[in-house]
Structures are given as C-alpha cells and as structure tokens.
C-alpha cells in the first residue's frame, strides 16, 4: 500500500521569506512523487514531479522540491514567497512496482498562507 | 481548450435523487481516474478506465455507485439514491498511456447534497 503524510494542516510565510511545504511518503517500490496546488473551488493544477534522476525538481511558478530517498521525503520549496502562492498544496505519490492502475495516492494537504 | 472538461461545475439534488456527472479527458489519453474530495481532505481514487474497460474500483465506490466510458472517450459517474455524505467534490483525471506523462486534472463537479 502506498500513502502520503503532509504533517503541516497549515503554513503561514511573509511575503518575499522562503517558504517549504513538507511532504513524507510510503510505498513498495519506486516512487514517482507529485506536487499539485489548489484554489477554492477549482480542480488541481499540476506544479511539478519527480520520476528520477536530479534529486532537485524544478516546477512551475518557481516553485522546486527535493526528493529524499533516505528519508522518504519530497518537501516544496520556494525561495521568495507571493501573496498569490496562497493556496492549498498536496504531494501525491505514485507506486511503480508491478501493474495496475498506477492511480496517485494523495496526502490531506497543506494550507499556504503568504502575509504581505 | 485541450484540458480535461467536467459537467456540470456544482449540482445541488435532494436526498434520495440520482445524479449524473461527465467527464470529457484529454483526446489522446487512454487513461481515466475519478477521485473524491471531502472538506479538508486530498482526494481520494474512486475507479480507472483504461479504454473503455473499468479496471480497477475502490472499496470507497458503494453500489449506488456506477462509472462508465463507452467507446474510451467521455465517461460518466452516476450516483443513484443520493445521501448527504455524498457531499463533495467529483474530480476526473486523464493521462496518456506513457508513465512518464503526469496526470491532467479538471475543474471538478461539486455536488451538494441537501
């Protein structure tokens, strides 16, 4: 079984401080992690992912994440925070092993607030 | 637009009616999902269409519960004799058949249970 722990309900960041969204996982086997974001009442938006290779992604809005194999995490990051970055964030995971329908598990989410 | 497109944007219905929700993915994915999403929590996988076979359905999906996707194109969740724990918002996601291509998303169906 593969899951997905955001241990942060909420994260409140001035504007222009650097801002990380933690995000640890669990899986059998080789994980492909996801990071999307959310407004109200809207569908998700993909910001970036990791599948393999550089263990830094780069995703949109500036926003990275850096995967962690040891420590089976996969924070958000971003450098310079935006009043317009507040919203709701969810890591996914992914399990590779096997077949199936590789559908994406997803942590409860984290509340960005960025305060101008 | 070449998103992923879902109808209607939020319904309301009373307790006992049946619902009806669409979801047209992106042309070229072969792959479908429908996810669940509660107030305060991430969603959660409800059943994949791969083509227009359902492959997989969560223990989640109740037999009030029925997905469709005739021809691997649109697809359909009904929700027959609605409850007021059915309250939430439907999201479809659609991908290509390729791992490495992530997963498209759309606007979701709120639905509202009164």
């Known amino acids: 079984a593969q899951s997905v722990a955001q241990p942060e309900d909420q994260v409140n960041v001035a504007e222009g401080n650097p801002l990380t969204v933690k995000c640890t996982y669990s899986v059998s086997g080789n994980p492909y992690l996801f990071w999307y974001v959310q407004y109200p009442n809207r569908g998700l938006q993909f910001l970036l992912k990791?599948?393999?290779?550089?263990?830094l992604v780069k995703g949109s809005y500036g926003f990275e994440a850096e995967f962690n194999k040891s420590q089976t995490s996969f924070h958000l990051k971003k450098p310079s925070a935006l009043v317009s970055d507040s919203a709701l964030y969810f890591c996914?995971?992914?399990?590779?092993?096997?077949?199936?329908?590789?559908?994406?598990?997803f942590g409860k989410g984290t509340k960005l607030s960025v305060i101008p | 637009d070449t998103g992923v497109s879902q109808n209607p944007r939020h319904k309301i219905t009373k307790r006992g009616q049946n619902v009806t929700f669409r979801c047209d993915p992106i042309s070229e994915h072969n792959r479908l999902y429908w996810y669940r999403q509660t107030l305060g929590q991430g969603p959660e996988f409800l059943t994949y269409?791969?083509?227009?076979?359902?492959?997989?359905k969560s223990r989640l999906l109740s037999d009030r519960f029925s997905a469709e996707r005739p021809k691997g194109s649109f697809s359909t969740l009904e929700i027959q004799r609605t409850e007021q724990g059915d309250s939430a918002m439907y999201l479809c996601?659609?991908?290509?058949?390729?791992?490495?291509?992530?997963?498209?998303f759309g606007s979701g169906t709120r639905l509202t249970v009164v």
């Open positions: 990791y599948i393999t290779g550089d263990n």
């Open positions: 996601a659609s991908r290509a058949g390729d791992s490495i291509y992530g997963y498209t």
């Open positions: 996914a995971v992914r399990d590779n092993s096997g077949a199936g329908s590789y559908q994406l598990t």
């Open positions: 269409f791969q083509n227009e076979a359902q492959l997989e």
